[in-house]
């Protein structure tokens, strides 16, 4: 397995163990919008290199004043990071938890990031008949045993998400067990808004949430590292505290800052491919090659092998062909055989398909 950092998209240590040149490789293995970052954003990046000589806003007013309006929140309620990690690193040294609770399968970086800062992480198994969600009497027991909770929505790498009012529930839980509840909503903006549930309109009102979201994978930016928090401002103020002034730098603002301004038909369109392509990529699966899949509403998808392929096997013979995948075999609630694909487009995914077709006939 290539995952020696515990993520995808790591480009040189493929090239170092498949002997093909990075730039070669058709990455499945990173959740990166495959239309390319929007041509006016590079081009204001490009025009932010000249001014690289000066600092940062260390306030990053610009940006927050863009999100606020696209958001409908006050700008107080916005804390920007060098990526949704740093949100996430920002909010554990704030409340400085002593126990973490996370729900498996999840994003590696909830357990990783908490033991770092000192907590011991508890988790509980989502079910795979219900897409490995919690049960809420499950996830209502984890928080009455831990001080944080981290909750992915839609979760990764499965892309299942949580009911609204099963958020306002566990929102609720969070205020009586004094339990603060983080929602990592970083591929959220690859749902169609009138099917994402959010607490985004009314966080305000709940003492003990924060929502996480990042701007890298959507508007296929992950070089320049950018997210955000949304809280009521009282948490955003103690996030804000503990971060490190100039964390998020000039061209990484300047990209977020032009991903606000003329971006309807960028969005609607990958909105819209993401879900023709997730649909084609899962039919072909399962029919073609007798794979198991779950109903992601995100740009990626958890993909069950048939006997007797590995995770490992399959990723190797298709790196080999210069195609990346994630092996999911050391998530915590999966399997040996579970490997997560990107979504991307038709020219891409067939390429995929014809490497998967090649790499059956020859067995394992």
């Known amino acids: 397995m290539i995952e020696r950092f515990g993520h995808g998209g790591d480009l040189e240590t ?11 490789f058709i990455d499945y293995s990173a959740n990166i919008n495959p239309l390319g970052p929007p041509p006016h954003v590079l081009a204001r990046v490009q025009q932010e290199l000249r001014d690289v000589v000066h ?8 940006l927050r004043a863009l999100l606020s309006e696209a958001l409908h929140v ?27 609770g996370v729900i498996y399968p999840c994003f590696s970086e909830y357990a990783e990031l908490s033991r770092k800062f ?68 970083a591929f959220m903006d690859f749902i169609a808004p009138d099917r994402q549930a959010t607490l985004l309109p009314c966080v305000e009102q709940y003492s003990h949430v924060i929502l996480i979201r990042s701007m890298t994978k959507f508007y296929a930016i992950p070089g320049l590292r950018l ?11 103690r996030l804000k505290s503990k971060q490190v002034t100039w964390s998020v730098n000039r061209l990484a603002l300047a990209a977020g800052e032009a991903c ?47 006997k007797p392929w590995t995770a490992e096997q399959l990723q190797t013979k298709l790196g080999l062909k210069g195609i990346l995948i994630r092996s999911c075999a050391m998530y915590e609630g999966l399997s040996e055989t579970d490997i997560r694909l990107a979504v991307k487009d038709r020219e891409r995914n067939e390429i995929l398909f014809n490497k998967l077709t090649e790499v059956w006939q020859e067995g394992v």
């Open 14 to 24: 493929a090239q170092a163990a498949f002997g093909v040149d990075r730039g070669a």
């Open 55 to 62: 600092y940062p806003d260390p306030d990053h007013r610009r």
């Open 74 to 100: 006050d700008e107080s309620m916005i804390c920007i990071g060098n990526g949704a990690a740093e949100c996430m690193a920002l909010a554990l040294l704030a409340m400085a938890p002593s126990r973490v």
């Open 118 to 185: 000192g907590a011991e992480v508890i988790g509980i198994h989502g079910h795979a008949e219900q897409g490995f969600r919690a049960e809420l009497n499950e996830i209502a027991g984890l928080m009455q045993e831990v001080d944080l909770l981290f909750l992915g929505q839609p979760n990764n790498p499965t892309g299942v998400q949580y009911d609204l009012e099963e958020l306002e529930q566990l929102a609720a839980i969070a205020a009586d067990t004094d339990t603060m509840l983080i929602i990592d909503e």
């Open 227 to 237: 997210g955000y928090a949304v809280a009521g401002p009282s948490l955003i103020h």
């Open 260 to 306: 606000l301004v003329d971006c309807e038909e960028y969005e609607a369109v990958t909105r819209e491919q993401t879900v023709i392509e997730r649909n084609y990529m899962i039919e072909r699966l399962e029919q073609e090659f007798g794979c198991q899949t779950w109903p992601s509403l995100a740009n990626f998808i958890l993909v069950r092998l048939p």
